[in-house]
């Protein structure tokens, strides 16, 4: 019987020593042979199922390694024109753009680029159907729509929320004549499992089964965590087939950010100094809320490897940014032996809604961004940023 590895030694497995070592810091090191064994195994849902997996560039948007993503997943979704421009010349595959809201000037430029677009309400398809209809190109279109049930914990995450902008009720349906509609979108599940799938999707039956005979797919959003190690990747091939089976074979979309990349990359971080006010303190060259802002909005406190939780370890410290900003820290933290002045962390899980929300406040500066594949010890620079990147942000 295999024994289970602690989150460390797989992380060390994953992201050893010879190549966070060699990296400057601070960066984003993202490995691709993490984000290989994702993708295969988002490729079992596509065979067994015939569903079509898409990458969500809200989550994880690196040019640098859609070639490698693109051998597996059928395309992107996006959230806007600049978005989906992205995913047609970088991504190169199916590319599906949804935003609550589009002016006529961002429609003329998601139109130049989307296979699929997605309106979030009766209105907005309404003003915007014959543009798509004059541009010439075979565009699906789709509607959002609220399925009515959500597990999402955390409030802020949670589109059907009370007053959610997000999806058309049911009864706004009622009456519409659907002339033109392909298809129907729902989203939302967060870092959630196939069982709670399974209840939304119940939920979306009840009120929009009746508008799905002859349209040709249902986009089942994003927020599954697919490749989670205790994810019931079963239930969730047994949903999809059962439904496609329901609805006369309906194409069926699954638009994963997470899941895509999830464990695929760390963030690389160094103690610039040690000072002690009331606690012991870490300076690190990096910033909670520039480079990894999650952390304070969630909040959520990222797992660093060798660390523990206060006073687990003998040593604790507050680990702080480098910004302006009294609240810039990312928590506190216990190691074996006292942190000093050029030791390096370790934090795991940071190739999602990392980079994508950087911001350059402060004039603190970017991360570089690395990958790497054990195979062939190959580590490449895919981004270096500067002056030029803060500067060019500034009227």
């Not at 984000?35 to 199922?49: E, W």
């Not at 911001?359 to 270096?384: A, H, M, Q, W």
């Amino acid at each position: 019987m295999a024994i289970a590895k602690s989150a460390d030694q797989r992380l060390l497995d994953d992201f050893p020593p010879a190549f966070t070592d060699r990296v400057e810091t601070p960066c984003y090191l993202i490995s691709e042979d993490v984000i290989s064994r994702n993708c295969a195994i988002l490729d079992t849902v596509q065979q067994r199922t015939g569903a079509r997996v898409l990458l969500a560039l809200k989550a994880f948007a690196l040019p640098g390694l859609f070639p490698l993503i693109a051998r597996t997943l059928h395309g992107v979704c996006a959230s806007g024109p600049i978005e989906a421009r992205l995913g047609r010349e970088d991504f190169g595959r199916e590319v599906h753009t949804y935003a609550p809201a589009f002016s006529p000037a961002q429609m003329e430029r998601v139109i130049c680029y989307s296979d699929h677009i997605i309106f979030n309400s009766i209105g907005q398809w309404h003003q915007h159907r014959q543009a798509v209809l004059d541009s010439g190109r075979r565009i699906e279109i789709g509607l959002r729509v609220n399925p009515g049930h959500s597990e999402v914990e955390v409030e802020l995450y949670n589109p059907c929320r009370a007053g959610s902008r997000f999806g058309i009720a049911a009864e706004d349906l009622a009456g519409i004549d659907l002339t033109g509609i392909d298809g129907l979108h729902f989203h939302a599940l967060c870092e959630q499992n196939a069982d709670v799938l399974v209840r939304v999707l119940a939920s979306f039956e009840e009120r929009f089964a009746g508008f799905l005979p002859g349209l040709k797919w249902v986009n089942f959003g994003g927020g599954h965590h697919i490749t989670r190690d205790d994810y019931d990747l079963d239930l969730l091939i047994e949903t999809i087939n059962s439904f496609r089976k329901r609805y006369n074979n309906i194409e069926v979309y699954l638009e994963p950010g997470e899941a895509v990349v999830l464990n695929g990359g760390v963030f690389v971080t160094t103690v610039l100094d040690t000072i002690r006010h009331g606690q012991d303190i870490a300076i690190l060259d990096c910033s909670a809320e520039t480079h990894m802002p999650d952390v304070l909005a969630m909040p959520y406190r990222p797992h660093i490897a060798g660390a523990g939780r206060p006073g687990e370890l003998p040593h604790t410290f507050r680990l702080g940014g480098i910004s302006c900003l009294a609240g810039d820290v990312i928590g506190d933290y216990s190691f074996a032996a006292p942190l000093k002045v050029g030791d390096r962390l370790i934090l795991a899980d940071m190739a999602l809604y990392s980079f994508v929300k950087n911001t350059t406040f402060n004039g603190v500066e970017l991360p570089s961004i690395y990958s790497f594949s054990r195979e062939g010890d190959s580590l490449t620079l895919l981004k270096k940023f500067g002056y030029s990147d803060y500067r060019s942000r500034l009227a």
